[in-house]
């Protein structure tokens, strides 16, 4: 597939800095069929600069063994006070997605979405090195077979059309419970650890309460499943 086509920019000026960077940006249009006949439009483009404008998405995937037990609730110990405790659905035949419910400050509301970060390069080496450590630190969860869903030369999906950040989406399947994971920022300190059956989290992409760039890393991630032979 081609590369996406690029427009001319004639500046780039931040007028916000907080979190996240608000850019004035002015671009230069030219008439296909002329051109000669050229016009500057502005446009408020929105992005992470000290995450390099790139974060990692990660499904994880529980498959189905004969013999485990399901529907308990269980308690991972972690050094945070006030952590939620893991919510577990009873398994029967199907396979469990372990996701995050956590506060979204656009919509102002709790949200569903997959364990999420973005690179640090103080922290980390790379961008599958921020996925693992975003499991550790969000979902509790270490280890299994991990898999990058998109070519190791790819600049990552876009995540609005307004933003500048893009997102790598990983799978891995079989991690096991991280015991010693490591610690969340302060505004994760309300997160909720989801583990659900297939079903159910195949219904809840569809809710209107999970965040797109978890969506579309989930329906990658059930692409190569299907592939590996593991749905």
């Given at each position: 597939?081609?590369?996406?086509?690029?427009?001319?920019?004639v500046s780039e000026t931040a007028v916000h800095q907080r979190y996240l960077t608000v850019y004035d940006r002015r671009i230069k249009f030219c008439a296909h069929d002329n051109p000669a006949e050229c016009r500057v439009l502005d446009f408020d483009v929105v992005g992470h600069p000290r995450a390099n404008f790139c974060f990692a998405v990660t499904f994880p995937f529980h498959p189905y063994k004969d013999?485990?037990?399901?529907?308990?609730?269980?308690?991972i110990r972690h050094a945070n006070p006030g952590v939620t405790l893991i919510r577990e659905y009873a398994q029967g035949p199907n396979a469990l997605v372990t996701l995050?419910?956590?506060?979204?400050?656009?919509?102002?509301?709790?949200?569903?979405?997959?364990?999420t970060g973005g690179l640090d390069p103080q922290r980390h080496a790379d961008l599958a090195e921020c996925a693992a450590r975003e499991l550790?630190?969000?979902?509790?969860?270490?280890?299994?077979?991990?898999?990058r869903l998109l070519p190791a030369d790819h600049p990552g999906m876009p995540e609005v059309k307004w933003c500048m950040n893009r997102f790598v989406p990983f799978l891995v399947v079989d991690p096991h419970p991280d015991l010693n994971p490591?610690?969340?920022?302060?505004?994760?300190?309300?997160?909720?650890?989801?583990?659900?059956?297939?079903?159910?989290?195949?219904?809840?992409?569809?809710?209107?309460?999970?965040?797109?760039?978890?969506?579309?890393?989930?329906?990658?991630?059930?692409d190569k499943l299907k592939e590996e032979g593991l749905l």
């Amino acid at each position: 597939m081609a590369p996406m086509q690029k427009f001319e920019m004639v500046s780039e000026t931040a007028v916000h800095q907080r979190y996240l960077t608000v850019y004035d940006r002015r671009i230069k249009f030219c008439a296909h069929d002329n051109p000669a006949e050229c016009r500057v439009l502005d446009f408020d483009v929105v992005g992470h600069p000290r995450a390099n404008f790139c974060f990692a998405v990660t499904f994880p995937f529980h498959p189905y063994k004969d013999g485990r037990k399901g529907g308990e609730v269980t308690l991972i110990r972690h050094a945070n006070p006030g952590v939620t405790l893991i919510r577990e659905y009873a398994q029967g035949p199907n396979a469990l997605v372990t996701l995050i419910r956590e506060y979204a400050q656009g919509p102002n509301a709790l949200a569903y979405c997959l364990p999420t970060g973005g690179l640090d390069p103080q922290r980390h080496a790379d961008l599958a090195e921020c996925a693992a450590r975003e499991l550790s630190e969000e979902a509790w969860l270490a280890g299994g077979q991990w898999h990058r869903l998109l070519p190791a030369d790819h600049p990552g999906m876009p995540e609005v059309k307004w933003c500048m950040n893009r997102f790598v989406p990983f799978l891995v399947v079989d991690p096991h419970p991280d015991l010693n994971p490591g610690s969340r920022d302060a505004e994760e300190a309300s997160m909720e650890v989801l583990r659900v059956p297939l079903d159910e989290f195949k219904r809840m992409m569809l809710s209107g309460e999970m965040l797109l760039p978890s969506i579309t890393t989930a329906y990658m991630a059930l692409d190569k499943l299907k592939e590996e032979g593991l749905l």
